[in-house]
């Protein structure tokens, strides 16, 4: 736990690949901080463009100490790539970051003051902003999230996303994340969303912090790999979706379960595993509870026997939400 009067350290952790075009624009939005990281760690996947010489040129006149490491052949690809930075971080958190965006200038000094004034927090996700080539608004804001708020582990799927750009998190979690992403601890689809697994390895170590500022101006391109909008749902696919991500939290807190109650072996998690496990059945429990509203053939029968009171994690709002889900599949308008 970081004590409030301790200021931080913050690495930027940056992977590369034939990044030319917009590297060197990111790195000045980096050095143009008003309060600068600690630590650049970039970490290159072979390019073969002029990705390294920007480097070397950037660390020729820029004041932030910078690391560059190759990553290996035998690992490439974005994953790898990104896990290789963070394990040559060497301070308190890590900022994510890609090598074609642009960062407002007050996002470490926002993300850094946030983090001392919330010591339990290991994850902070932040909103960013779509543009184009040229920065130009897109008119697209993302995450979708209302107001600042601090969330607790498992992280639901309708209430937390982010990209990772939009993220820094505890060095503590790194060994979770390379574990997680790599399906030394099979999660399901969270092992298949490097993102995802960071907002679930963080979670397990601490507190999750919604911040309600833009932070980062997220630029799509030719090359881009996500798109910059979010499809509209309606609220019969809503239900279905909600129900596969109850039952996705289920199979990762089993997954989590089995994980933490295997004896002798060497696990990333290095608080009390007796006192977590109680924590990971705690909350199985309930999504399990949560999971057969949806599964029994007698739905109104089920859910007269469970009081709200019953659904201690989440408390009523989120059993609610779940109750109106269930009986729109009960009255077979979801398939």
Same mark, same amino acid.
């Given at each position: 736990?970081?004590?409030?009067?301790?200021?931080?350290?913050?690495?930027?952790?940056?992977?590369?690949?034939?990044?030319?075009?917009?590297?060197?624009?990111?790195?000045?939005?980096?050095?143009?901080?008003?309060?600068?990281?600690?630590?650049?760690?970039?970490?290159?996947?072979?390019?073969?463009?002029?990705?390294?010489?920007?480097?070397?040129?950037?660390?020729? @006149? $820029? /004041?932030?100490?910078?690391? #560059?490491?190759? *990553?290996?052949?035998? !690992?490439?690809? =974005?994953?790898?790539?990104?896990?290789?930075?963070?394990?040559?971080?060497?301070?308190?958190?890590?900022?994510?970051?890609?090598?074609?965006?642009?960062?407002?200038?007050?996002? @470490? $000094? /926002?993300?850094?003051?946030? #983090?001392?004034? *919330?010591?339990?927090? !290991?994850?902070? =996700?932040?909103?960013?902003?779509?543009?184009?080539?040229?920065?130009?608004?897109?008119?697209?804001?993302?995450?979708?999230?209302?107001?600042?708020?601090?969330?607790?582990?498992?992280?639901?799927?309708?209430?937390?996303?982010?990209?990772?750009?939009?993220?820094?998190?505890?060095?503590?979690?790194?060994?979770?994340?390379?574990?997680?992403?790599?399906?030394?601890?099979?999660?399901?689809?969270?092992?298949?969303?490097?993102?995802?697994?960071?907002?679930?390895?963080?979670?397990?170590?601490?507190?999750?912090?919604?911040?309600?500022?833009?932070?980062?101006?997220?630029?799509?391109?030719?090359?881009?790999?996500?798109?910059?909008?979010?499809?509209?749902?309606?609220?019969?696919?809503?239900?279905?979706?909600?129900?596969?991500?109850?039952?996705?939290?289920?199979?990762?807190?089993?997954?989590?379960?089995?994980?933490?109650?295997?004896?002798?072996?060497?696990?990333?998690?290095?608080?009390?595993?007796?006192?977590?496990?109680?924590?990971?059945?705690?909350?199985?429990?309930?999504?399990?509870?949560?999971?057969?509203?949806?599964?029994?053939?007698?739905?109104?029968?089920?859910?007269?026997?469970?009081?709200?009171?019953?659904?201690?994690?989440?408390?009523?709002?989120?059993?609610?939400?779940?109750?109106?889900?269930?009986?729109?599949?009960?009255?077979?308008?979801?398939?």
């Amino acid at each position: 736990m970081i004590k409030a009067d301790k200021k931080i350290s913050i690495s930027v952790a940056m992977a590369t690949y034939n990044g030319q075009r917009y590297l060197f624009e990111q790195l000045m939005s980096i050095n143009n901080q008003l309060d600068l990281p600690d630590e650049i760690v970039i970490s290159d996947d072979n390019s073969n463009d002029e990705t390294i010489n920007i480097i070397n040129k950037f660390k020729s @006149i $820029s /004041t932030i100490p910078l690391k #560059l490491v190759i *990553n290996s052949k035998e !690992k490439s690809g =974005v994953i790898y790539n990104f896990l290789n930075a963070f394990k040559n971080c060497n301070s308190d958190f890590i900022c994510y970051c890609d090598q074609d965006d642009y960062w407002e200038a007050d996002k @470490i $000094s /926002t993300l850094r003051s946030l #983090l001392i004034q *919330n010591p339990t927090v !290991k994850l902070a =996700v932040h909103k960013s902003r779509s543009v184009n080539e040229k920065l130009e608004d897109l008119g697209v804001v993302q995450p979708n999230f209302k107001d600042s708020a601090l969330v607790k582990f498992p992280a639901y799927h309708d209430d937390l996303w982010g990209f990772g750009h939009q993220m820094i998190f505890s060095v503590e979690a790194v060994k979770l994340i390379e574990d997680i992403s790599t399906k030394k601890i099979d999660l399901g689809d969270v092992s298949t969303c490097f993102d995802l697994s960071i907002i679930v390895a963080s979670g397990m170590l601490g507190d999750i912090l919604l911040v309600n500022q833009i932070l980062t101006l997220f630029r799509r391109h030719g090359g881009s790999l996500t798109l910059a909008g979010k499809e509209k749902k309606s609220i019969v696919n809503n239900a279905e979706r909600n129900k596969q991500n109850v039952k996705a939290l289920v199979d990762q807190l089993e997954a989590l379960e089995e994980y933490i109650g295997q004896s002798g072996q060497s696990k990333a998690i290095t608080f009390n595993d007796d006192l977590y496990l109680i924590s990971i059945r705690q909350k199985l429990t309930y999504y399990q509870q949560i999971l057969s509203l949806y599964k029994s053939k007698n739905v109104f029968q089920l859910v007269s026997k469970i009081k709200v009171n019953d659904f201690k994690y989440k408390g009523s709002l989120f059993f609610l939400k779940q109750l109106f889900y269930v009986l729109l599949l009960a009255f077979n308008i979801s398939k």
